[in-house]
């Protein structure tokens, strides 16, 4: 059996009709950037959100803004927070990438705080701890489809930013991550489990002020008034065709989640040999990445072992973000070795919504057998 780690081909034939009908929809309509699919689905998004937590962290409900990818929402949400060149922003070294170099691309400085064991999300103690004179944000990321333990945080007086990009869905104590916050980041990206055809990202928050400062800054910092600039925006919308998309995979979102949940169960009941991720009390899951550990040694060699067998993985995350190259001038790199050690211990199996039940059970063989 070959088993891809991502895998959309049966997602499209799955949804064809539908996907098919949106993209003719928007070739037709003859209007790529800012229009209508991108109004309906800030919309529709919105009220998914807002149906699943009515209570946002600024108030109201939440307004959401399309932007073109996930690492520019973070960007576009620290600057409409007033976050800037030489502030620091508290967030997590078990991350991708983009968490920090968003930070870094509005010249503000990541201050990493280490991470919890059982989960590998942002210790919010250890948050806290980093909190000085200069802290201007808290960047906690709902790692693989797990809710971060909030509570501290949202007590904390900084303004959260909760980086969704790997959580649609998921909800801390009851209420969706996303609406708990200040203001939080979407990523689109294909894998994501509402996943564009191509980049994609966006904003929400529930503060109408942050809200229309978002909408101003991703184009060029546009005021009402055509072709007059009130701030040195950037050019970072979401177009017509991935707006399209993902408003029909918004409809199935919810039963794509269900299956994500029943797959994870179904692992749960199969695998053995390897330490299995947790569900926290405080956190409805919606896994996102299915990461399992074992010793560094074993990893690699289990890695291989299942390779060799058709079955691809990957390492969220080799490197802790404190650690790599490019940011190697903060000077942070032996500052969470929690991170450090289990960034050595994790392997990612499949999954996603169109893996059969057979599938997950040729995996957790492979994995059984190799111990
Ligand atoms: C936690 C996290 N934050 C931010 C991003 C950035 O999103 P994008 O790839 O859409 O820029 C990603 C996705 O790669 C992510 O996983």
């Known amino acids: 059996m070959t088993i891809p780690f991502a895998e959309f081909k049966s997602q499209y034939a799955a949804l064809k009709p539908e996907l098919d009908a949106a993209l003719q929809s928007v070739l037709e309509a003859g209007w790529f950037v800012l229009g209508e699919q991108g109004k309906a689905f800030e919309q529709e998004f919105g009220a998914w959100?807002?149906?699943?937590?009515?209570?946002?962290?600024?108030?109201?409900?939440?307004?959401?803004?399309?932007?073109?990818?996930?690492?520019?929402?973070?960007?576009?949400?620290?600057?409409?927070?007033?976050?800037?060149?030489?502030?620091?922003?508290?967030?997590?070294?078990?991350?991708?990438?983009?968490?920090?170099?968003?930070?870094?691309?509005?010249?503000?400085?990541?201050?990493?705080?280490?991470?919890?064991?059982?989960?590998?999300?942002?210790?919010?103690?250890?948050?806290?701890?980093?909190?000085?004179?200069k802290t201007k944000a808290i960047v906690p990321v709902h790692l693989y489809g797990q809710a971060v333990d909030l509570g501290p945080l949202l007590e904390c007086g900084i303004p959260i930013l909760e980086d969704c990009?790997?959580?649609h869905g998921t909800r801390w104590r009851g209420q969706l991550t996303g609406t708990l916050g200040k203001i939080a980041t979407f990523s689109f990206y294909p894998t994501k489990n509402l996943g564009a055809y191509g980049d994609g990202g966006a904003v929400a928050t529930g503060d109408p002020a942050l809200a229309a400062m978002v909408r101003s800054l991703r184009n060029y910092g546009e005021g009402t008034q055509r072709y007059e600039h009130l701030s040195e925006g950037v050019n970072s919308r979401l177009d017509e065709i991935q707006a399209a998309i993902l408003r029909v995979k918004l409809r199935h979102l919810d039963v794509s989640l269900a299956r994500r949940r029943e797959l994870a169960t179904l692992y749960r009941q199969l695998l053995r040999g390897v330490e299995l991720p947790v569900e926290t009390d405080y956190s409805h899951n919606t896994w996102h990445l299915y990461v399992v550990r074992t010793t560094p040694e074993k990893r690699n060699a289990l890695r291989q072992h299942l390779t060799e067998r058709g079955v691809g993985t990957q390492i969220h995350y080799p490197i802790p973000q404190n650690r790599q190259p490019a940011l190697a001038h903060l000077g942070q790199q032996d500052t969470c070795p929690i991170a450090d050690a289990e960034a050595e211990r994790i392997?990612?199996?499949?999954?996603?919504?169109?893996l059969t039940d057979e599938q997950i059970a040729y995996i957790a063989e492979q994995v059984t057998a190799f111990f």
Do not use: H
């Open 49 to 133: 959100l807002n149906i699943g937590s009515p209570v946002i962290g600024g108030g109201g409900g939440a307004s959401v803004i399309g932007v073109a990818n996930g690492t520019d929402a973070i960007a576009l949400a620290l600057r409409a927070l007033g976050v800037g060149q030489g502030d620091e922003v508290i967030t997590t070294p078990m991350t991708a990438f983009p968490t920090a170099a968003a930070i870094r691309q509005i010249g503000a400085i990541p201050v990493f705080a280490d991470v919890q064991a059982d989960t590998l999300c942002l210790d919010p103690q250890k948050a806290l701890a980093k909190i000085g004179p």
């Open 347 to 354: 392997l990612s199996l499949p999954l996603y919504p169109e």
């Open 165 to 167: 990009a790997q959580s």
